[in-house]
């Protein structure tokens, strides 16, 4: 398996500007998760999946943040319209729940940069 | 909730043990888990505890797992230039999320 594979690697882009980052878990993989991480505040979880239904959007910080899982395969994270303050990494993991141990395999994340 | 506490950066000469620390809160947390980042790449699982366990060896890894302080450190042995790296301990909490702590930064000197 290629592993969690996003897509795309770096993204630059202006104030007030749609951004969406892409995802593909791990075929087979049930759970899907959003991470942003920062220097200052680490990784935080922004979202996660079970089934593609959305189980706890809780750490999305704003409106303008959203996810989408339309099919176990792909998965979404827009932001809209986006502020410097977003710039971060932007992380997908996927996870076969109910294996026991709950093993998180991280895609290489997106890197974006908000002017 | 959960809140995993690391310190921030550690240094160490290639050829000898670094030991790396980690508190967590959260006492009925079932895995604990090191992962490690390396530039530029996500998290990779490196290994991880069952919560009844006191210690778990992996080739050059130790894992130590003190349930009364909340303590989890990672030993690894002879350290090579490839160890270098940002580690992550994270728990596992009652609704199978993962809670990282903010990373330890190493460093291995040639």
């Known amino acids: 398996d290629a592993g969690v594979i996003q897509s795309p690697r770096h993204e630059v882009t202006e104030m007030g500007q749609e951004v969406t980052l892409r995802c593909k878990p791990i075929?087979?993989?049930?759970?899907l998760f959003w991470y942003r991480q920062t220097m200052m505040r680490g990784l935080e979880l922004l979202i996660y999946f079970n089934n593609n239904v959305p189980i706890d959007d809780s750490g999305m910080p704003e409106d303008r943040f959203s996810a989408k899982m339309p099919n176990a395969s792909f998965s979404t994270l827009k932001i809209q319209p986006s502020e410097p303050r977003d710039s971060a990494v932007y992380f997908c993991a996927s996870s076969a729940l109910g294996e026991g141990n709950e093993k998180l395999f991280f895609g290489s994340g997106t890197q974006l940069s908000v002017l | 909730g959960e809140d995993v506490e690391q310190s921030l950066f550690l240094s160490v000469r290639e050829g000898d043990s670094s030991v790396i620390n980690c508190t967590y809160t959260?006492?009925?947390?079932?895995?604990l888990y090191w992962y490690k980042q390396e530039p530029g790449a996500g998290l990779q699982l490196l290994t991880y505890i069952f919560s009844n366990m006191d210690m778990k060896q992996d080739q050059r890894l130790t894992v130590l797992l003190n349930k009364k302080d909340k303590h989890l450190s990672l030993r690894i042995a002879d350290t090579q230039t490839g160890d270098s790296a940002i580690y992550f301990c994270a728990e596992r909490s009652w609704d199978n999320r993962l809670a990282f702590g903010k990373g330890n930064q190493v460093v291995v000197i040639p």
């Open positions: 959260d006492s009925s947390s079932t895995y």
């Open positions: 075929s087979g993989h049930n759970s």
